[in-house]
């Protein structure tokens, strides 16, 4: 099993749609969760950041983290065509437990 | 956050070569990563490279087929040696900053896409 699973997709959905991504893992040691967005041929971009539990919003996206339940989501709102990117959680251990272990990505398309 | 260049950005070399992919910060930095990003499957950390100090290899790594350099705060090279297709990859630094006041996190460059044929 490996520490951090998450669906590759691909996900499509059309404009102005509301989506869910999300990852699960195991290692009830991780603190610190992330979400990057990586753009085609670029490489990936910090989008959200949490730590613990509970939700964070920033804009048209919310974090969202379960530790009961070793999952983590990431929700975009009205969603654009620019959201089309494949999307990377990622976690750590916390404070001096630099290591982070990512997922495999979700591959997002959002139709025009 | 830090401003990361990676050069090359790409680049096809020929198997038994070895290429040189230099990492360029804006900003001093403590740590930097090095990563490898193959199709399908998720960012493997290479290697930590801190500065005045041997690099940490994860493994699967060894150093004489990735050698690392960190003369500095701002600056580090990976070398990928003997090459062979499967080193076929995007290889990606990252370094550990601060942003707005968040706790320390990962920030990563473009990357360098290698073809080895």
């Known amino acids: 099993q490996k520490e951090v699973e998450q669906d590759p997709g691909p996900l499509s959905v059309p404009e102005g749609a509301i989506v869910s991504l999300n990852c699960t893992y195991s290692n009830s040691a991780f603190q610190y969760f992330m979400w990057y967005r990586q753009y085609s041929r670029k490489g990936p971009e910090l989008l959200m950041y949490t730590y613990s539990s509970g939700n964070k919003e920033d804009g048209r996206f919310t974090a969202q983290v379960d530790k009961s339940s070793k999952y983590i989501s990431l929700f975009i709102r009205d969603s654009q065509p620019s959201d089309s990117a494949t999307y990377l959680c990622a976690m750590s251990g916390g404070s001096g437990t630099y290591k982070y272990i990512f997922g495999t990505g979700t591959r997002l398309k959002v139709l025009a | 956050s830090a401003v990361i260049s990676q050069k090359p950005s790409r680049d096809i070399c020929q198997r038994g070569t070895s290429l040189t992919i230099q990492c360029q910060v804006d900003?001093?930095?403590?740590?930097m990563f090095w990563y490898r990003q193959q199709p399908g499957q998720s960012l493997t950390l290479i290697a930590t490279a801190n500065q005045g100090s041997e690099a940490t290899y994860e493994s699967g790594f060894v150093i004489d087929k990735f050698p690392i350099s960190r003369p500095n705060l701002t600056f580090s090279t990976l070398t990928v040696s003997n090459m062979s297709p499967e080193d076929s990859s995007i290889y990606l630094c990252?370094?550990?900053?601060?942003?707005?006041?968040?706790?320390?996190?990962?920030?990563f460059g473009p990357g360098t896409r290698l073809l080895v044929l």
């Open positions: 990252s370094v550990e900053d601060r942003k707005r006041g968040l706790q320390e996190t990962q920030y």
């Open positions: 900003s001093q930095v403590t740590m």
